[in-house]
């Protein structure tokens, strides 16, 4: 079973960034697959908030539009999302998936932005 490991969560305050780390515990599979970055807000919903397919073709929630970027590190194995201007509603638990529902989630890492 492919494990997901999601690092680089913290406390930052408004208006600042923290960059999450997606690697997985098998070689290759975040290489060749499409990865996902969901959140889920404290009492809410889990969300999809950006995902980079093999090709490196991005997509972002309009919440975070402009300021997430997603990107990929090949030689490392690793899918990273970059977190710029931070607001509080950022604030959530975020996970790394691939497959999306049926698939493969890493355990989280929880990211809170003060205001």
């Known amino acids: 079973q492919v494990q997901l490991v999601e690092s680089g969560g913290g406390l930052v305050q408004a208006g600042g960034s923290l960059r999450l780390s997606c690697a997985a515990s098998?070689?290759?599979?975040?290489?060749?697959?499409?990865i996902n970055w969901y959140r889920q807000p404290p009492g809410g919903q889990r969300e999809l908030v950006s995902f980079?397919?093999?090709?490196?073709?991005?997509y972002y929630a309009s919440a975070v539009k402009g300021r997430f970027t997603i990107s990929r590190d090949n030689a490392k194995n690793t899918v990273y999302l970059q977190m710029n201007s931070l607001k509080s509603g950022d604030t959530a638990v975020y996970y790394c998936?691939?497959?999306?529902?049926?698939?493969?989630w890493g355990q989280g890492t929880q990211v809170t932005v003060s205001a």
């Open positions: 098998e070689t290759n599979f975040i290489n060749s697959n499409a």
């Open positions: 998936n691939v497959g999306h529902v049926q698939g493969y």
């Open positions: 980079i397919t093999t090709g490196g073709e991005t």
